[in-house]
């Protein structure tokens, strides 16, 4: 007969339609801006700075050595170095970027700058809420806006970041061996050094 | 008490003549006519808002969704918010259009579409005009939104407007045909043309069994047919191949923007109410109420009740099942639903000349089943298509 297959639909359809006012596992919509899924840990959307301890200005990894701004395919970040030094969250002299403006607009969210980074000072952030009024000025993140602590950083991805954390208190242990032998410029170590050990942290955020 | 009940099932008939007695007496058949056609043009596309609303929902709940939830309670302003949007949005007409043509068929769409509730009684003693050929002006009317379909087609000059007209032509043309012939059986039966008549031809119960067509073999056939025909005539899932946003995008009226575009909307489903009220009138008593000690319900709630439950109908239909095929959707109309409805008509006329009682019944339920098992085999039987070949593709 014609309509038995019609029926068994029909069927199927009554089942959903009253199923989802009954059982709520039918429903697997997450109504968004109240309820939100987890944050996936290898999801990525844009860089962001990170810094140690509590002030900003002071903790900030990057020393402005502006590799990422040469390395950033679509050309998106603008790095001004500092003219002096200042000290860093270990106490030590440092160059710091004056400027570090992200436009993500722009931003392909490639994470190249994150691989070529030899202080693990620019990581990928996870957040999404970024919506704006104003598309120019607002999706232009200068140096505070970028800026998050090591601690929200082991908040999204924490394997990776004890990896960094690990692989940063052993090049300090390293320097810090180093440092009665030879006198060396204090600038010299930490942009010799991390490079070969920045290399296995990248591969393991893949 | 009863006069209550009597006084809130006419109160719509009370105000419109407590309204009359304001106008002096040669005015009155004028006044009377637009006091009847406002209300229709008020009250049903406010129910259309309701169903677009109603559509959504169902059919989110089908696929496990919620549906609209952000606009009000339950998202039940949303029509008003589509509404806004759709009367701010840019109206575009393409520059190669027929501007007259393009601008006409929305409107006429909309206007055959109201003329149709002119027959339709919504309650008792509530109809606009108590035609004595109702029906056939009914199925007149709806045949004028062929014509718009395809103006709306033909001055987009869009080769998918054009196909999805083509279509659209091919489609309700075949289906015309069942639908009216799906309803011929009431006539017959009724010996009237009125809308009216035929509603009170159903009324009365046998205990408490109401006497509706749709209660017998005749008519129930006649009652599926006539639906699986309304279906195709409103362009609906699963006959929706005019649209098929899939494959032309939006058939006919992908050229059409903004406002009427809603007009074309509204159309669509004034349309589809239009036919449903034509099937309640036709098969399931009208206004009547199921059962005789539920009469005291007014009889417009019972209309609207009714309409309501043939709508879901169609959302239920459509979230069921996918678009047919156009060689299905052309063998479906003149191999099953035409043979099926004349053969209904032949029924309904042994129906009539039999005596009653349980043999009629046998018969008639026999006649009707044999057809319907010999034309559902033909129809299931593998064809055996050609192998086509391809001389220059390859």
């Known amino acids: 007969m014609v309509g038995e297959g019609i029926l068994k639909g029909l069927a199927e359809t009554a089942r959903n339609f009253f199923g989802s006012y009954v059982s709520k596992e039918r429903l697997t919509t997450v109504q968004y801006p109240e309820q939100r899924l987890p944050r996936i840990e290898a999801a990525r959307s844009f860089p962001f700075l990170v810094y140690d301890g509590s002030d900003w200005q002071q903790g900030m990894r990057c020393v402005g050595c502006q590799i990422c701004e040469k390395e950033c395919p679509p050309k998106c970040i603008l790095i001004e170095k500092s003219k002096d030094k200042k000290p860093d969250a270990v106490g030590k002299q440092q160059f710091y970027p004056a400027v570090f403006d992200i436009d993500i607009s722009v931003c392909m969210s490639c994470q190249i700058c994150v691989e070529v980074c030899p202080f693990d000072a620019i990581k990928m952030d996870v957040d999404v809420d970024l919506p704006t009024d104003n598309r120019f000025a607002g999706l232009l993140l200068d140096k505070q806006q970028l800026a998050k602590s090591n601690e929200y950083y082991h908040g999204i991805h924490p394997t990776e970041a004890a990896a960094v954390d690990a692989a940063l208190a052993a090049e300090r242990a390293k320097a810090q061996a180093k440092k009665p032998a030879a006198a060396t410029p204090p600038a010299a170590p930490p942009s010799a050094a991390p490079v070969p050990e920045a290399q296995p942290v990248g591969g393991e955020s893949k | 008490m009863t006069q209550v009940f009597v006084q809130l099932d006419q109160i719509f008939v009370i105000v419109k003549y407590w309204l009359l007695g304001f106008v002096p007496a040669g005015w009155q058949p004028l006044v009377s006519a637009i006091v009847s056609v406002v209300t229709v043009v008020i009250a049903?596309?406010?129910?259309f808002a309701l169903v677009t609303w109603f559509e959504r929902k169902g059919l989110g709940r089908m696929q496990n969704r919620y549906g609209p939830n952000r606009a009000g309670p339950a998202g039940l302003f949303q029509p008003i918010a589509d509404a806004i949007k759709s009367l701010t949005k840019e109206d575009i007409v393409p520059l190669a259009a027929d501007?007259?043509?393009?601008?006409?068929?929305?409107?006429?769409?909309?206007?055959?579409?109201?003329?149709?509730?002119?027959v339709i009684p919504v309650g008792r003693n509530m109809i606009v005009v108590n035609l004595n050929a109702g029906v056939l002006f009914f199925f007149a009317v709806g045949s004028v939104v062929e014509l718009s379909v395809f103006m709306a087609g033909w001055s987009s000059r869009s080769k998918y407007s054009l196909l999805g007209a083509m279509r659209a032509i091919a489609q309700m043309i075949s289906y015309e045909v069942p639908l009216v012939l799906a309803s011929v059986v009431v006539i017959m039966q009724a010996g009237s043309l009125s809308t009216v008549a035929i509603v009170e031809r159903q009324a009365g119960y046998t205990g408490i069994w109401p006497h509706w067509f749709v209660f017998t073999p005749w008519g129930f056939v006649g009652f599926a047919l006539f639906m699986i025909a309304a279906t195709a005539e409103s362009n609906r899932s699963p006959f929706d191949l005019p649209e098929g946003e899939s494959e032309i995008i939006a058939g006919y009226y992908i050229e059409y923007s903004g406002f009427k575009f809603a007009l074309f909307f509204l159309g669509e489903y004034l349309g589809m109410m239009a036919t449903s009220g034509m099937a309640i009138t036709l098969f399931l008593g009208g206004w009547a109420a199921p059962f005789p000690f539920l009469a005291w319900i007014p009889s417009y709630v019972w209309f609207f009740l009714k309409l309501l439950a043939l709508i879901f109908g169609f959302i239920w239909i459509r979230g069921t099942l996918p678009r047919l095929r156009m060689d299905q959707l052309m063998n479906f109309a003149w191999e099953f639903i035409l043979p099926m409805a004349l053969f209904n008509m032949l029924v309904a006329g042994v129906w009539h000349f039999m005596p009653p009682g349980i043999p009629r019944w046998l018969v008639c339920i026999a006649?009707?089943?044999?057809?319907?098992?010999?034309?559902?085999?033909?129809?299931?039987?593998?064809?055996?298509?050609?192998?086509?070949?391809?001389?220059f593709a390859e």
């Open chain 2, 44 to 47: 049903f596309p406010a129910l």
């Open chain 2, 99 to 118: 501007h007259v043509v393009h601008f006409l068929a929305p409107v006429l769409l909309v206007t055959a579409a109201f003329l149709a509730y002119a």
């Open chain 2, 367 to 391: 006649m009707v089943a044999t057809p319907c098992i010999l034309l559902s085999m033909r129809l299931k039987r593998k064809k055996k298509l050609q192998l086509r070949t391809y001389q």
